[in-house]
């Protein structure tokens, strides 16, 4: 009978959490220090809610625009209770496929552990793509040959933008298209890629007390070129999807854009990895009661 995988084997058991009371630059220092893109909110021990990256961003001022000291002392005066996400927990004993579902339904990128309410681990989506590695070298094993990054990636034509472009538009196209990061390209070449952390990094924290007007005439002043990162690591078409995976857990990154020569004919995600563990996981369970 095959072991169905529990969340208590593949969580992150290194506990860092802030209290309610925490400021964001204490959330930050500890993000940092933890080397982390989530960290949860507590209180007696129990989460309360979750602090992302992506929120601390969306509560910074421009980056572009702002010193170090100016950036810790706005968020000094800032708690995570007014920032933090509502906490989507999961029992500890709890099926790995049965988080990996609920964080593909939800669009999250990770899960309190809980045992009795009391927080005991994390999962995120990186702790998850430790477990396709496993079922990708499972399945090369069974078919004889390596699984191609192809199979899973979002096939050309994609959105891309280029160099030149205002940033709020790009904001939009992210938003319209219900995705993370998009390729630049000039000239027909690859020459950066920015994610949606980018832009939040570049706008105007949500707690500006400037006017609208203020705001989208600063946003409009923003090209790609600024904030983009350039020369991003890339994977061809026909390399093991298995070596895509773990370039994205090495670098703590979200996608790579895939290239066949100069040519841009796709992009790879933690979500479409995410896509092949959520189809993976009833198999598993039906595996299991075949056996039972």
């Known amino acids: 009978m095959k072991k169905i995988e529990r969340v208590y084997d593949w969580m992150s ?8 009371d925490a400021t964001l630059a204490t959330a930050t220092e500890t993000m940092r220090f933890a080397h982390a893109r989530h960290v ?14 992506r929120d601390l961003l969306r509560a910074q001022l421009p980056v572009l625009e702002t010193k170090p000291k100016e950036q ?8 995570a209770s007014q920032f933090m996400h509502p906490v989507f927990a999961i029992d500890v004993d ?38 396709v590695l496993q079922l990708l070298a499972q399945e090369t094993n069974e078919i004889g040959r390596v699984v191609p990054v192809e199979r899973f990636m979002t096939h050309s034509p994609i959105t891309t933008v280029s160099p030149t472009e205002r940033l709020d538009l790009s904001r939009l196209l992210m938003r319209f298209g219900q995705f993370r990061h998009l ?22 924290s949500s707690l ?3 006017s609208k007007a203020t705001q989208l005439i600063h946003d409009g002043q923003i090209t790609v070129a600024e904030i983009m990162t350039t020369k991003p690591r890339t994977v061809k078409p026909d390399a093991e999807a298995a070596r895509a995976a773990t370039l994205l857990v090495k670098w703590k990154i979200g996608a790579l854009p895939v290239m066949r020569g ?31």
């Open 40 to 53: 949860p909110v507590v209180k007696d021990g129990v989460p309360v809610g979750m602090l992302s990256l």
């Open 13 to 20: 058991r290194s506990l860092f959490t802030v209290s309610v």
């Open 262 to 292: 100069s040519k841009l004919v796709g992009i790879i995600t933690e979500r479409d990895f995410m896509s092949y563990l959520t189809a993976s996981a009833p198999q598993a369970v039906r595996q299991k009661q075949a056996d039972a």
């Open 72 to 79: 810790r002392d706005h968020l000094d005066k800032i708690h």
């Open 208 to 210: 500006s007390t400037k």
């Open 94 to 131: 709890a099926s790995l496929g049965d988080a990996a579902e609920r964080m593909w339904h939800e669009k999250i990128s990770s899960l309190a552990v809980v045992h009795d309410h009391k927080l005991v681990g994390v999962l995120t989506t990186t702790d998850l793509l430790r477990y």
């Open 183 to 204: 390729p630049v390209i000039k000239d027909e070449k690859l020459v950066g890629i920015i994610s949606d952390r980018d832009l939040l990094s570049a706008f105007d």
